[in-house]
């Protein structure tokens, strides 16, 4: 395959442009004059993709809103024309002429930066492996022999032997369809005996209906005694509780006050004498006159007012001990006086309870044929739950009925023995598969063994072109596999010791990534390949072994060469500025 030309119009920043392409075509610029973009439009148009890190829409012109890449390519000694276009935030389309065309699978691996290559194989402790099955369509090989895989017939085989245990069930079912049959008739039979005990009962029924209708009433009023009858007895209990007013507890502290009033209208006269008589601090035996009137008083007199002063301590002393059994007598009648206030109320509420217990037991109308109706109702309702369950257990027997008979009629074509032949055969394929798969993988590795051997030799070979330096006596690698995959690692001597790619400058790492990749090319050739800015990291020695390589290159691939470096567009001699 050859890309002879590209036509573009609102990529990146070639608002449109055309130009040809040869076995090796070089585009040489400063930064900005668009030869990467040149590059990028080539690998869209080819890939419909763009380098890691590159949005589709990024590609797109900012003066307009899409993009579009044409290419003539020649294949096979034919012409055909493809094209690719792009609207921001809409999906890529593509077109092919003629449209049964086949193109050589191509992938982002055709693109080659520069700046990147020495990526490769700089890394951590472990070192970045370059996956031989990630460059220039290598792993195609591994590809069909992992497409190579019993699975399709296993899973047929699987769906197979599903189809196999349906009809195996199948079977048993058409054998139950009899038992379905005559469990149909069993219930119709019985559908008919119980609808016609409904019919004769229909009339009962009604007039039961209506009995227990009227009597809802009477059984509300029922549940309301209940309660009032319970209302009575809680109310009695709490009566009950109550401790009985005392009957001479109303003389008794009558009594007490009477005798509290005279002790106080006794201690009050006795102040008062004592005041009286204890006139400007004299004692009561140095009086002479009454003080009141200003009689002469009399020794008898004296005598007896002498007694006031100790009357007076007695009464007060008196006083304070009947104080105590005059406060307990009036606590004593406040506490039975609120007793016999609850006892009264609650007496005042089992009255008026007891009263609306005989108002509704006069109300209530005890109909004598309630429990018949009851259960004539209930004889009913039974009746009808059974005409349900006959006619919704038919309805599932008439469907199962109706499904065991589509599933024998599909027994009788699905050809039983069929089944066992193909499920035999599939068996057979899948055995033969993975017995084809291992004669592919042993003969795999002994190409890979192969391959290696001559890549080991191509890779020194152009290793000494772009790096024609003696402080490597020799380069090699080594093949390992991380999960599964193949992977190499390079190293180079020094004297008697061996340095990995993480120990080596960045243009020795250079050197070695692009003589790997040409060596993998000569064995696996890619159709195209471009390059952007290759020379980074290379001396000029290391140019002109570049551009030998690239020159012998051009001759089994087509190779595309954005530059910066005119010496190196100059050793490759076709020049497009």
């Known amino acids: 395959m050859k890309v002879e030309k590209i036509d573009l119009t609102g990529f990146r920043g070639l608002?449109?442009?055309?130009f040809t392409l040869d076995d090796l075509t070089v585009f040489e610029g400063e930064m900005g004059t668009g030869k990467t973009s040149k590059l990028l439009s080539i690998l869209f148009c080819l890939t419909g993709s763009s380098p890691?890190?590159?949005?589709?829409?990024?590609?797109?012109?900012?003066?307009?809103?899409?993009?579009?890449?044409?290419?003539?390519?020649?294949?096979?000694g034919a012409i055909?024309?493809?094209?690719?276009?792009?609207?921001?935030?809409?999906?890529v389309s593509f077109s092919i002429k003629p449209e049964d065309v086949r193109l050589p699978p191509l992938d982002i691996g055709i693109f080659i930066e520069g700046r990147q290559i020495a990526d490769l194989f700089m890394g951590g402790p472990t070192e970045r492996a370059l996956k031989l099955d990630t460059l220039l369509g290598i792993s195609e090989y591994d590809q069909r022999v992992s497409q190579l895989t019993p699975a399709a017939a296993e899973r047929r085989i699987s769906e197979l032997e599903k189809q196999r245990e349906r009809v195996d069930g199948t079977r048993q079912s058409i054998e139950r369809l009899k038992e379905v049959d005559d469990r149909l008739i069993v219930l119709q039979k019985r559908s008919e005996e119980v609808k016609l005990a409904l019919s004769s009962m229909e009339t009962e029924y009604l007039h039961a209906k209506a009995l227990l209708a009227d009597d809802e009433d009477s059984m509300k009023k029922d549940a309301m005694l209940l309660g009032k009858k319970q209302m009575l007895q809680d109310a009695l209990r709490k009566s009950d509780n109550i401790p009985k007013f005392p009957s001479k507890l109303a003389q008794e502290l009558k009594e007490h006050e009477a005798k509290w009033n005279a002790l106080q209208t006794r201690k009050t006269f006795l102040e008062a004498a004592t005041e009286t008589l204890n006139i400007e601090g004299k004692q009561v035996n140095q009086l002479k006159l009454c003080p009141l009137c200003g009689a002469f008083i009399t020794d008898n007199a004296l005598a007896k007012f002498e007694h006031y002063d100790r009357d007076y301590k007695d009464v007060t002393r008196e006083i304070m001990e009947f104080k105590e059994a005059v406060e307990a007598k009036r606590n004593q009648f406040g506490k039975a006086q609120i007793d016999k206030e609850r006892a009264?109320?609650?007496?005042?509420?089992?009255?008026?309870?007891?009263?609306?217990?005989?108002?509704?037991?006069?109300?209530?109308?005890?109909?004598?044929?309630?429990?018949?109706?009851?259960?004539?109702?209930?004889r009913y309702r039974e009746l009808m739950k059974q005409v349900e369950e006959i006619d919704s257990t038919s309805r599932n027997l008439e469907d199962q009925k109706r499904t065991l008979e589509s599933i024998r009629a599909d027994l009788i074509d699905s050809g039983y023995a069929d089944l066992e032949g193909k499920i035999s055969r599939l068996r057979r394929l899948a055995s033969d598969i993975r017995s084809v798969k291992l004669v592919m993988i042993d003969a795999l590795n002994e190409i890979r063994k192969e391959r290696i051997t001559k890549l080991r030799d191509s890779f020194k070979e152009t290793f000494k072109k772009i790096y024609p330096y003696e402080r490597f006596t020799d380069v090699d690698f080594e093949t390992s596999f991380s999960r599964g995959r193949e992977s190499l690692l390079v190293r180079g001597k020094l004297g008697e010791s061996w340095i990995l790619a993480s120990q080596m400058s960045t243009g020795e790492n250079v050197a070695m990534s692009f003589a790997l990749l040409f060596a993998i090319n000569n064995m696996e050739k890619a159709p195209i390949i471009l390059l952007d800015e290759p020379?980074?990291?290379?001396?000029d020695n290391g140019i002109r072994g570049l551009a030998d390589t690239l020159n012998g290159l051009s001759e089994i691939t087509q190779v595309v060469v954005a530059t910066r470096s005119h010496l190196l567009a100059s050793f490759l001699g076709h020049i497009n500025s």
Do not use: C
Request: glycine share 4%; proline share 1%; hydrophobic share 30%.
């Open 15 to 18: 608002r449109g442009e055309s």
């Open 52 to 76: 890691h890190g590159l949005n589709l829409d990024e590609l797109i012109n900012s003066n307009t809103d899409s993009m579009r890449v044409s290419a003539l390519i020649t294949l096979n």
């Open 344 to 378: 009264d109320l609650l007496s005042s509420q089992i009255d008026t309870i007891r009263a609306e217990i005989r108002s509704l037991e006069a109300d209530i109308n005890v109909t004598g044929n309630l429990d018949s109706a009851r259960k004539t109702s209930q």
């Open 80 to 91: 055909y024309s493809l094209e690719r276009k792009k609207r921001r935030r809409v999906p």
């Open 535 to 539: 020379e980074e990291g290379l001396d």
